[in-house]
């Protein structure tokens, strides 16, 4: 593959599935992340659930982004709007 960036709009689930997938076949090419909020990493189907229980969002982060870049080798630009 070449050295130009793969680029992935969004940090949802969506995004963070397919960058994890884009991994397993090419683990070195420069990859970037673009995300309107701050990147973190929750499950947001249990969003609903948590609000029920009182929970915030916070409650249910799994990962910031800069833990998502270094385990993804990406590198994530957050609160930018494309």
Request: aromatic share 6%; charged share 20%.
């Amino acid at each position: 593959m070449s050295d130009a960036a793969r680029i992935i709009i969004g940090t949802g689930h969506a995004g963070y599935t397919l960058a994890r997938e884009f991994r397993k076949l090419d683990e070195a090419a420069p990859l970037l992340l673009i995300s309107a909020d701050d990147g973190t990493s929750y499950y947001k189907p249990n969003l609903s659930k948590a609000l029920a229980m009182g929970k915030d969002a916070a409650a249910l982060a799994q990962f910031t982004a800069e833990q998502m870049a270094e385990t993804l080798n990406a590198q994530i630009r957050v609160n930018s709007r494309v």
